[in-house]
C-alpha cells in the first residue's frame, strides 16, 4: 500500500485553511485525512489543524488489529471527542467563534477501507468498476439534488453552492457518515477538499489517477489542473493506492 497527501492554497486564496496528512500507526495501517476549514480570519486553519493534529495524536497509539467494526468504532469515538475539543476552543476564544471544518478520513488495510465523512469533502474510489463517488455531500444543494428541486447540472451554479449543513467543531455534538469498502491489490481512494472536486471532473480525475505516472505526478496534475481552471480555492487530496511494491512508484 503506499500513500500521498498534497495541498495548495490555489491562485486566489491569500491562505491554505486546509489540512491533512498521511499516518501510520503501530500496526503499520494507513490513516489518510483531508480537511477544509472554514470560518472568520485564520479560524478555518485552526480549526482543520486541530482537526488533523488531534487524530494524528489519536491514531499514534493505536495497536490493535482493526476490523470493519472496530475502524466505525474508532471514527464515531475519536472524531466525536475532537469535534468538542473544536467547538470548546471556538468557545475559549472569541476570535476563532463559530469556526468549523469539513472531513473526509479513511482507515486502509490489506482487505478493507472504512470512510468517515462529515461536510463536503469527498472520497473517490477508482476499480474495475470504474470511478465513482463515495461519500454524499453534507450541503444544501445535494439536499435539493435530492429532493428533486433542482439538478445536478444547476446546482453547479447555484448561489448557494458553498452552504454546509454539517461541519466538524460548529456545534458540541456532530453526526458523520460510516461506511465500509473491500480495498483490493489496484484499487485507489482519492480523498479531496472542494477545491478540486468543484473544479475538476469526474472524468478528468479517473483518467488521471489511471495514467502511468506515479503517485506524486497524479496529485501534482490534479493541482496543476484545478488550477488551470481558475484555482479560486484551496486545493487539497490524498490518494491511497493497494498497490504491489512494484506499482504506484
Not at 468504532?73 to 476570535?95: G, M, P
Request: charged share 25%; glycine share 8%.
Amino acid at each position: 500500500m503506499k500513500a500521498l497527501f498534497k495541498t495548495d492554497k490555489g491562485k486566489v486564496r491569500p491562505h491554505n485553511e486546509d489540512n491533512g496528512g498521511i499516518f501510520y500507526n503501530k500496526k503499520g495501517n494507513c490513516l489518510a485525512i483531508v480537511a477544509d476549514g472554514m470560518g472568520g480570519h485564520q479560524a478555518g486553519e485552526v480549526a482543520s489543524r486541530i482537526a488533523v493534529m488531534k487524530l494524528q495524536e489519536l491514531w499514534a497509539d493505536v495497536d490493535d488489529e482493526f476490523t470493519p467494526e472496530s475502524a466505525g468504532k474508532w471514527f464515531l469515538d475519536n472524531v466525536t471527542l475532537v469535534n468538542k475539543e473544536i467547538f470548546d476552543h471556538s468557545q475559549q476564544h472569541q476570535e476563532y467563534n463559530g469556526m468549523g471544518t469539513t472531513l473526509v478520513a479513511t482507515i486502509c488495510t490489506d482487505t478493507f477501507a472504512t470512510i468517515v465523512n462529515i461536510g463536503d469533502s469527498r472520497c473517490y474510489l477508482l476499480n474495475d468498476s470504474g470511478f465513482n463517488q463515495l461519500t454524499e455531500d453534507h450541503s444544501l444543494v445535494n439536499e435539493l439534488i435530492k429532493a428533486g428541486q433542482i439538478s445536478p447540472e444547476d446546482a453547479e451554479l447555484h448561489p448557494r453552492k458553498n452552504v454546509l449543513l454539517n461541519a466538524m467543531g460548529t456545534e458540541s455534538n456532530i453526526d458523520m457518515d460510516i461506511s465500509t469498502i473491500t480495498f483490493e491489490e489496484d484499487n485507489k481512494l482519492l480523498l479531496c477538499s472542494d477545491g478540486l472536486s468543484n473544479k475538476v471532473s469526474n472524468s478528468e480525475m479517473e483518467k488521471i489517477l489511471m495514467d502511468d505516472t506515479n503517485l506524486n505526478e497524479k496529485a501534482d496534475a490534479l493541482i496543476q489542473l484545478a488550477n488551470h481552471y481558475g484555482g479560486e480555492d484551496n486545493i487539497s487530496l490524498a490518494i491511497v493506492c493497494a498497490c504491489p511494491e512494484s506499482g504506484c512508484a
